[in-house]
């Protein structure tokens, strides 16, 4: 006991900790047809259940509560309350991947205890999956696996020290004469470094297309992009609920997964304006965070083998420090988070990609091919991506990242 409670304490203090995480997430492989348990449950816990139909059962136990609700993906539901004073709710049924869901007692916003946690809208939230018949690409194959690396580093900008998370494809530690180029992934609106591993799987969609020999390896560098005060935190307010979304509805704006946390930044919208600046993120990304990590990893440290590209908040990033610093990235990256018009960028030759994406269900997904036609009539290289029957959630950023990797550094 006391040597576990060592190296939990070494790892919570230590400025380099390495963690070898390929456990955590959620790999089984259910049918869609068989009612299961959520594999984020924690061990013997049967709720919530995954319904044959994709409809989700929660329970919850509060027996001197006076009104319990289970809120999916930011709306709230009312549960019904039996006489052992465990409250049940069956939802309707839900899209394919990955959910954020909490409870709320008596207006107070509660986990559950039965599931693991994660975190989202700004504080941690509970998780459940839907199987998706074609989500064998984001699950734990029996093929090379890479290591994803907790590390920290201090910034002179933030004047802080920074959590970093840090990918590095299988055989990084055996071929050591090898050097890589280096995907910086950013999260969104009340993420933070933590969520592209937790929910977005992107060690294991990476190991997988490595496998495949779809994809040149690569390191992936995840960092929160908040610094100082302009970055507003919270929970935010739950989205009134109109009656049980359906499987295929759009669900209200203010509940998306990912979108800005300052009220009213309406992320999805093609072209929204963020209501805070990058200017400080850039500056710490390019006199901080990547001079630490090309020194302290095999980085190809030049510009044409450097990409970045982020969800929904942190493609507003992505953006915003890509196009003003071009000399250090040649690849970009949005997903569900705007366009890219060829007026903004002032020297094309260094752009090798503009990627741009969005989930079929979203504000966005009906021009983003339009402009990623404009941007190759004008010589820029560029590329879209619609997720099918998917909204502003995991699904879509999962196949939009492995959209991505597939055309990362090709030449």
């Given at each position: 006991?006391k040597?576990?409670l060592?190296?939990?304490?070494l790892?919570?203090?230590?400025?380099?900790?390495?963690?070898f995480?390929?456990?955590?997430?959620?790999?089984?492989?259910?049918?869609?047809?068989?009612?299961?348990?959520?594999?984020?449950?924690?061990?013997g816990?049967?709720?919530?259940?995954i319904?044959?139909d994709?409809?989700?059962?929660?329970r919850?136990?509060?027996p001197?509560?006076q009104k319990?609700?289970v809120?999916i993906?930011?709306?709230?539901?009312d549960?019904?309350?039996?006489?052992?004073g465990?409250?049940?709710?069956?939802?309707?049924?839900?899209?394919?991947?990955?959910?954020?869901?909490?409870?709320?007692v008596?207006g107070?916003i509660?986990?559950?205890p039965a599931t693991?946690?994660?975190?989202?809208y700004?504080?941690?939230?509970?998780?459940?999956?839907?199987?998706?018949?074609?989500?064998?690409?984001?699950?734990?194959?029996?093929?090379?696996?890479?290591?994803?690396?907790?590390?920290?580093?201090l910034?002179?900008?933030?004047?802080?020290?920074r959590?970093?998370?840090?990918?590095?494809?299988?055989?990084y530690?055996?071929?050591?004469?090898?050097?890589?180029?280096?995907l910086?992934?950013?999260?969104?609106g009340?993420?933070?470094?933590?969520v592209?591993?937790?929910?977005?799987?992107?060690?294991l969609?990476?190991?997988?297309?490595?496998?495949?020999?779809?994809?040149k390896?690569f390191?992936?560098?995840?960092?929160t992009?908040a610094?100082?005060?302009?970055?507003?935190?919270?929970?935010?307010?739950?989205?009134?609920?109109?009656?049980?979304?359906?499987?295929?509805?759009q669900?209200?704006?203010?509940?998306?997964?990912?979108a800005p946390a300052?009220?009213?930044?309406?992320?999805?919208a093609a072209?929204?304006?963020p209501?805070?600046?990058?200017d400080?993120?850039?500056?710490l990304?390019?006199?901080?965070m990547?001079?630490?990590?090309d020194k302290?990893?095999?980085?190809?440290p030049?510009?044409?083998?450097?990409?970045?590209s982020?969800?929904?908040?942190?493609?507003m990033?992505?953006?915003?420090?890509?196009?003003a610093?071009?000399d250090m990235?040649?690849y970009?990256?949005?997903?569900?988070?705007g366009?890219?018009?060829?007026?903004?960028?002032?020297?094309?030759?260094?752009?090798?990609?503009?990627?741009?994406?969005y989930?079929?269900?979203?504000?966005?997904?009906?021009?983003?091919?339009?402009?990623?036609?404009?941007?190759?009539?004008?010589?820029?290289?560029?590329?879209?991506?619609?997720s099918?029957?998917?909204?502003?959630?995991?699904?879509?950023?999962?196949?939009s990242?492995?959209?991505?990797?597939?055309?990362?550094f090709?030449?």
């Open positions: 006991m040597k576990t060592f190296t939990v304490l790892m919570v203090t230590s400025p380099c900790v390495v963690c995480a390929q456990s955590g997430q959620a790999s089984n492989v259910f049918n869609a047809d068989t009612a299961h348990t959520s594999p984020y449950n924690l061990y816990a049967k709720y919530p259940r319904e044959a994709s409809r989700v059962t929660f919850f136990n509060a001197n509560a319990v609700q809120s993906v930011n709306v709230p539901f549960m019904v309350k039996g006489e052992n465990v409250w049940t709710y069956t939802s309707e049924p839900q899209d394919k991947g990955y959910h954020n869901y909490w409870m709320i008596d107070t509660v986990v559950d693991n946690a994660f975190i989202g700004s504080h941690m939230c509970n998780g459940f999956e839907i199987p998706d018949p074609d989500g064998d690409f984001y699950e734990l194959k029996d093929v090379p696996h890479g290591n994803v690396l907790i590390k920290n580093y910034s002179k900008v933030a004047k802080s020290w959590h970093i998370f840090v990918y590095t494809p299988p055989d530690e055996k071929n050591t004469s090898a050097r890589y180029p280096v910086y992934l950013q999260h969104g009340g993420e933070d470094e933590r592209w591993i937790e929910m977005g799987r992107t060690n969609i990476l190991d997988n297309l490595i496998a495949e020999g779809k994809i390896p390191i992936v560098v995840m960092e992009s610094v100082g005060p302009q970055f507003p935190m919270g929970p935010r307010p739950a989205a009134p609920a109109a009656g049980a979304p359906a499987q295929g509805a669900r209200p704006a203010a509940a998306a997964p990912g300052a009220p009213g930044a309406g992320a999805q072209g929204a304006r209501r805070f600046s990058f400080t993120y850039a500056q990304m390019i006199n901080d990547i001079p630490w990590v302290n990893f095999r980085t190809i030049d510009q044409s083998h450097r990409a970045m982020g969800l929904s908040m942190g493609a990033c992505t953006k915003s420090v890509t196009l610093h071009l990235f040649s970009i990256g949005l997903f569900s988070g366009t890219i018009a060829p007026a903004e960028i002032t020297d094309k030759s260094k752009v090798k990609l503009v990627f741009m994406s989930g079929s269900r979203e504000r966005g997904s009906d021009g983003v091919k339009a402009a990623a036609d404009a941007l190759n009539q004008t010589g820029i290289k560029s590329a879209s991506y619609v099918p029957l998917t909204a502003h959630e995991w699904q879509s950023w999962r196949r990242l492995r959209e991505f990797a597939m055309l990362l090709k030449d």
